[in-house]
T-cell receptor, first 112, second 114 residues
Framework: RKEVEQDPGPFNVPEGATVAFNCTYS??????FFWYRQDCRKEPKLLMS???SGNEDGRFTAQLNRASQYISLLIRDSKLSDSATYLC?????????????FGQGTILTVHP | NAGVTQTPKFQVLKTGQSMTLQCAQD?????MSWYRQDPGMGLRLIHY???????DQGEVPNGYNVSRSTTEDFPLRLLSAAPSQTSVYFC?????????????FGQGTRLTVV
């Protein structure tokens, strides 16, 4: 079983749609959680951290369920510019602190 | 703002050749790491460093060496290139190891081994 698993998609949605991505992780001792965005042939960039209480940044909402070891990202009112690969990322903590484990990414295409 | 700079951006090697991928950051970050990205695999950690003079292995270290003589630089050396090392390589740095520390990535090096 992969340490961090995502549905690779692709997700094809029209502008204005709401889309949700899910991610599960296997290490119950994981300390911190992130969503990164990667544009085609570019480097990953931090989209948002994920907090236990859930957090929102404009059209983006991230949630964490530690009991189920599950992370989600919700994008509302999708824009063409949201087309990218979304990477679920986990920091294991403990002696592995700082070592990030990546999911394989979920591809999103927003069309007119 | 330079951030994390990787060179070269593209490279083609013949099997058995050696080369060094360069990575430099100007943010005074202690933590630096190298990842490779292959289709359907996500990014996998090769080697990492928590400060000058300290390095350790990640998930896929075989065939690669690193050193960290300064805070700014973290080169990755391929000792004898193999076709299995064809990949996109990313260098990353972060301020520390605390939870929720953002990692900053270089633009990547696309390596093909023939």
């Amino acid at each position: 079983r992969k340490e961090v698993e995502q549905d690779p998609g692709p997700f094809n949605v029209p502008e204005g749609a709401t889309v949700a991505f899910n991610c599960t992780y296997s290490n119950s001792a994981s300390q911190s959680f992130f969503w990164y965005r990667q544009d085609c042939r570019k480097e990953p960039k931090l989209l948002m951290s994920v907090y236990s209480s859930g957090n929102e940044d404009g059209r983006f909402t991230a949630q964490l369920n530690r009991a189920s070891q599950y992370i989600s990202l919700l994008i509302r009112d999708s824009k063409l510019s949201d087309s990218a690969t979304y990477l679920c990322v986990v920091n294991a903590g403990g002696t592995s602190y700082g070592k990030l484990t990546f999911g394989q990414g979920t591809i999103l295409t927003v069309h007119p | 703002n330079a951030g994390v700079t990787q060179t070269p951006k593209f490279q083609v090697l013949k099997t058995g050749q050696s080369m060094t991928l360069q990575c430099a950051q100007d943010m005074n970050h202690e933590y630096m790491s190298w990842y490779r990205q292959d289709p359907g695999m996500g990014l996998r950690l090769i080697h990492y460093s928590v400060g000058a003079g300290i390095t350790d292995q990640g998930e896929v270290p075989n065939g690669y060496n690193v050193s960290r003589s300064t805070t700014e630089d973290f080169p990755l050396r391929l000792l004898s290139a193999a076709p299995s090392q064809t990949s996109v390589y990313f260098c990353a740095s972060s301020y520390g190891l605390e939870a929720n520390t953002e990692a900053f990535f270089g633009q990547g090096t696309r390596l093909t081994v023939v």
